[in-house]
């Protein structure tokens, strides 16, 4: 699975390089260089990074419509000096898309089981629609009809 992995490398005058490896039950126990497919970064792709100086009041960046880099799921802020770089430890907010679901169930059916009239009880049923991604709960409302609250 994915693992947070934070490298740092220096160099002060160039000519060095750095080649990361591993060993693990997957290789035997034999260290193998770690392959790029498997690594992930969004963070450094210069469409998906922003700045604001220290000095602008208040901390605000306005973030154009983009496409959020794959599998990412938080913004993270960094305080940064032109000294020293990038400080190690991240403020983060998750990602909570404004999107609205493009897919809903497919099916829905209510039995009531309660013989009072005017009063209703018993277990609302939905069929779950092929694809769930943009979905992160389902709402039931009492309806004038079939499609208005």
């Known amino acids: 699975g994915d693992h947070p992995l934070l490298l740092r490398f220096f160099t002060a005058g160039g000519g060095a390089g750095l080649i990361l490896e591993y060993s693990g039950p997957d290789t035997g126990g034999e260290m193998v260089v ?3 497919e498997v690594l ?5 792709d210069s469409a998906s990074t922003w700045n604001v100086s220290a000095g602008t009041s208040p901390l605000e960046i306005e973030v154009a419509v983009t496409e959020v880099p794959e599998r990412a799921t938080h ?8 000294d020293s770089g990038e400080g190690a430890q991240p ?12 897919s809903g169930p497919s099916a829905c059916a209510f039995q009531d089981g309660n ?3 005017g009063e209703y009880s018993g277990s609302v049923t939905f069929t779950r629609p092929l694809d769930e991604y943009d979905i992160s709960e389902y709402q039931l409302y009492w309806g004038m009809n079939s499609t208005n609250k």
């Open 34 to 36: 770690v392959p790029a």
């Open 115 to 117: 013989p009072a009239a």
């Open 75 to 82: 913004l993270l802020a960094f305080a940064a000096s032109a």
């Open 40 to 44: 992930f970064h969004g963070g450094q």
């Open 91 to 102: 403020f983060a907010a998750a990602l909570a898309d404004a999107a609205v679901p493009q």
